[in-house]
C-alpha cells in the first residue's frame, strides 16, 4: 500500500481538521518501507520527533492520536514492527511500560547483555544454578551471596528470574 493510500485510510479513520497539518509534513518526509511508513527526518538514536500546533511529540504517538483518539492515560504507544522511525497506524498499539520491556526481551532488542551473556558477569553457570537450588532449599539470600562474593540483590534478581 502506498503512503498516499495509507493517509486516503488514515483519513477516513478520523475528520481531518488539526491532524492535516502533520499528515501534510509526515507525507512530504516519509517514504514506505514494507508494511512501515518510515519518517525520514529521524535523529541518529532515539525516536524522531514533529510539532504540530506548537506540540512536539515523537511522530508515531501523533500518527497514532491522529487515528485512534488520545493515548490512554498509563500506556504507551508502541510498536509491533520494531522500526523507531515508523508512524504506520496498522504498527501502532497502545500498551503498559512492562508490556513493552517483555517485548524487548521476547524480540531479543536489549543494547545490553545480561546475567551469563554478560562478558562482565562474575558467576559461571553452575555457580547460578547452586545459588538457585540453595534458595530454593530454604537458604537464606544473604548467606548464598557472601559464600558467592556478589550481592544479596543479585542473588534475588538471579531467583526471581529463574522462576520466568
Known amino acids: 500500500m502506498?503512503?498516499?493510500?495509507?493517509?486516503?485510510?488514515?483519513?477516513r479513520f478520523k475528520p481531518?481538521?488539526?491532524?492535516?497539518?502533520?499528515?501534510k509534513k509526515l507525507l512530504k518526509?516519509?517514504?514506505?518501507?514494507?508494511?512501515?511508513?518510515?519518517?525520514?527526518?529521524?535523529?541518529k538514536s532515539g525516536y524522531p520527533k514533529i510539532s504540530d500546533f506548537?506540540?512536539?511529540?515523537?511522530?508515531?504517538?501523533h500518527a497514532y492520536?491522529?487515528?485512534?483518539?488520545p493515548v490512554p492515560r498509563g500506556l504507551n504507544v508502541l510498536h509491533k514492527c520494531d522500526v523507531k522511525h515508523c508512524w504506520e497506524p496498522d504498527c501502532l498499539y497502545a500498551g503498559t511500560h512492562w508490556e513493552n520491556m517483555i517485548d524487548v526481551v521476547d524480540r531479543n532488542r536489549r543494547r545490553y547483555k545480561t546475567g551469563l551473556d554478560n562478558y562482565n558477569g562474575r558467576l559461571s553457570r553452575e555457580q547460578v544454578s547452586n545459588?538457585?537450588?540453595?534458595?530454593?532449599?530454604?537458604?537464606?539470600?544473604?548467606s548464598v551471596a557472601k559464600d558467592l562474593g556478589v550481592s544479596r540483590?543479585?542473588?534475588?534478581?538471579?531467583?526471581?528470574?529463574s522462576l520466568i
Open 29 to 43: 518526509f516519509s517514504e514506505r518501507r514494507g508494511n512501515c511508513s518510515v519518517y525520514l527526518l529521524s535523529p
Open 2 to 11: 502506498s503512503i498516499l493510500a495509507s493517509v486516503a485510510r488514515i483519513e
Open 131 to 142: 545459588a538457585i537450588e540453595r534458595v530454593a532449599n530454604g537458604e537464606m539470600q544473604a
Open 16 to 23: 481531518c481538521h488539526l491532524g492535516c497539518s502533520l499528515m
Open 153 to 161: 540483590n543479585r542473588i534475588s534478581k538471579i531467583t526471581k528470574e
Open 65 to 69: 492520536e491522529h487515528v485512534y483518539g
Open 54 to 61: 506548537n506540540v512536539r511529540k515523537a511522530v508515531h504517538i
